[in-house]
């Protein structure tokens, strides 16, 4: 479609814009044969210095599979979640019946999508200052 309005006298930036296209993605694509696809995913790399040899895979896999947990490291295996952390998981309940209670009544100050978007064109005493 370019190529038909530069062919009958158009310039090509302008032509190029008119489909949404830069006119650099345009050249890039000419020269590529028509291939949008870029080519680096083709490209030969060289192996990362860390990678592991055929012969080093199982054995580190071994290791990891073998490494103790850190409820193991800390000699609490038959210990709860809900046990150590009632505070923490309180705290977290709150918080969320917090935000709900929030979000409800600022939900009965809405009338419009507008309105929400421009938060009721008034932030408040805590904002504002």
Known sequence: MIDQAHGE???LHP???EVGLSLRTY????IEGRNPRRRSPQ????????KLSPEQTPS??????AAPTVATQRGCEGESFVGDNTLVLLLAVAYLA???VI???ANTRMKSA???LVAGQSLGFFVSR
């Open 15 to 17: 032509a190029c814009a």
């Open 27 to 30: 050249q890039r694509w000419r």
């Open 60 to 65: 580190a896999l071994t290791a990891v599979v």
């Open 114 to 116: 507008r309105e929400f």
């Open 43 to 50: 490209a030969v790399r060289p192996a990362p210095a860390n």
């Open 9 to 11: 006298g158009a310039r």
């Open 103 to 105: 979000g409800v009544w």
């Open 98 to 100: 917090v935000m709900l």
